[in-house]
């Protein structure tokens, strides 16, 4: 699935700084690094979107919520009743009475930059969410308990806003996504984030490490941050959009450039593929083609998973048979730089084929910015910190939650003991290996 962008902006005045606003009214909670972490279920291909499983309302009830860095709204399909609720794992959330106010500085946060009437204070908020590949949910926002698990275990409960979609359509992508709604993540105010951190829940920092075999861990607040080997890239402050924007990168392949230079960059988890737009996808994908010549694999038009695919002598089973036929992509920032190797940027088909997963941004109406998502993301952790306006990034297995602790690398080989993967919060969370529960 592609969220790629989405209506919502910061919400702010176009004469204020950008962004450093959006958070600096807030208090932010002390200096209790609390965090939440949530399993994550999915893989880029064939399912095409990771979500995660949130218990909403009272009593909770669990639904999968698509994961969506590039859109601030969480939203679930509603029973209000539904005038077009999509197939869903789930039945349709019935809402409580407890609608958010049109008046609501939340409400007037997800109407910006268009001007938000209220004909009456008490009436409803009503909200319309349009994303880039042409899905879209109408509904009303409401008010229910999120209960969200510390990772010392404890379940707090929280109540937050978040819409009761009853009319949406699916988008036009290959794989329509099987969800109950989506977990917006965005750095507006309406974002769940910015809605903990004002409760006093967690900071306002998200992060993701997303596993190639599929499934990984989603975190809120800053404890599972790793205390070094992160990559820190500021959130570019010049653009007034509400995206995860990391400013302008230079785009080289291998390790000559592509001589595109100042590509505004955004990370969006919402995206399954990664879009580079006009002369770069253009640039890219010549150099790509010409690279690959004389390298025994061949374009073939029989596939079509992706608008690129290879073939090659006989079926590949696994990336780790083309991985090294293919030179690694490399966005340069001005001081960081974030590595795609073959891996974050090819699948293999279920015919064998390797295909291309970064797509040309223009035929989805990308225009200039440039999107990573999340087939450039898996086996990292990305960290989206709004503390510090900065996003980071590390090599991770996602599969196990990182070492939190120094103390547990006992036998000092440099990996976490398993004994101590092993504590009661991880394997509640299905995060953890299997061998885990054996201990
Ligand atoms: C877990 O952490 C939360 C947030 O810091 C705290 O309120 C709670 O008391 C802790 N629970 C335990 C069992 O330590
Ligand atoms: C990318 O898409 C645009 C718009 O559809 C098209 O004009 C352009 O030729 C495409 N570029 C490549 C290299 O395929």
């Not at 809605?195 to 809120?220: D, I, N, P």
């Not at 080289?252 to 990370?267: D, E, N």
Request: proline residues 7%; negative net charge; aromatic residues 10%.
């Amino acid at each position: 699935m592609n969220f790629i962008t989405t209506l919502f902006f910061c919400v702010l005045p176009l004469f204020y700084a950008p962004f450093q606003g959006c958070y600096s009214a807030a208090t932010p909670p002390g200096d209790h690094t609390s965090s939440v972490v949530l399993p994550v279920t999915g893989n880029v291909y064939p399912t095409g979107y990771y979500h995660a499983t949130l218990s909403i309302g009272n009593p909770p009830k669990s639904y999968f919520l698509d994961i969506d860095t590039g859109s601030d709204l969480t939203w679930l399909q509603c029973d209000a009743p539904c005038t077009k609720c999509t197939p869903a794992p789930h039945k349709p959330y019935k809402p409580n009475k407890e609608l958010v106010e049109c008046m609501d500085p939340l409400c007037e946060s997800v109407h910006w930059p268009e001007t938000h009437q209220c004909q009456s204070p008490k009436e409803q908020c009503d909200y319309t969410v349009q994303y880039a590949d042409d899905g879209s949910s109408i509904g009303v926002l409401v008010k229910d308990s999120f209960s969200l698990q510390y990772i010392n275990g404890t379940v707090a409960k929280s109540i937050l806003a978040f819409g009761c979609g009853y009319n949406q359509e699916v988008p036009a992508s290959m794989n329509p996504p099987y969800t109950d709604g989506i977990l917006g993540l965005g750095l507006g105010k309406a974002s769940i984030l910015h809605q903990l951190r004002e409760l006093g829940v967690t900071r306002s920092v998200v992060g993701h490490c997303l596993s190639a075999k599929g499934g990984g861990y989603l975190f809120f607040g800053d404890q599972l941050v790793p205390s070094s080997g992160v990559v820190w890239t500021p959130m570019s402050t010049t653009e007034i959009e509400k995206h995860y924007s990391l400013g302008t990168a230079e785009l080289f392949l291998g390790g000559k450039t592509t001589r595109m230079k100042g590509l505004p960059i955004v990370f969006d988890s919402g995206s399954t593929y990664t879009y580079f737009s006009g002369e770069a996808y253009k640039a890219l994908y010549s150099m790509l083609m010409n690279d690959m010549k004389g390298k025994k694999v061949y374009i073939t038009n029989e596939d079509k998973s992706l608008p690129v695919c290879w073939k090659g002598s006989k079926p590949f089973k696994s990336i780790y048979d083309v991985k090294n036929l293919f030179e690694p992509i490399i966005l340069k920032f001005k001081k960081s730089k974030f590595q795609l190797n073959p891996e974050s940027y090819l699948i293999i088909s279920k015919n064998g084929n390797a295909c291309f997963g970064i797509l040309n941004g223009s035929e989805v109406g990308l225009e200039n910015i440039n999107v990573i998502g999340d087939i450039s993301f898996q086996d990292k952790i990305i960290i989206y910190d709004n503390e510090k306006q900065q996003i980071g990034w590390t090599p991770a297995n996602c599969n196990r939650l990182p070492n939190m602790d120094d103390d547990d690398d006992d036998d000092g080989d440099g990996e976490p003991d398993s004994a101590s993967l092993c504590k009661p919060y991880g394997s509640n969370l299905g995060i953890l290996p299997p061998y885990c529960t054996a201990n």
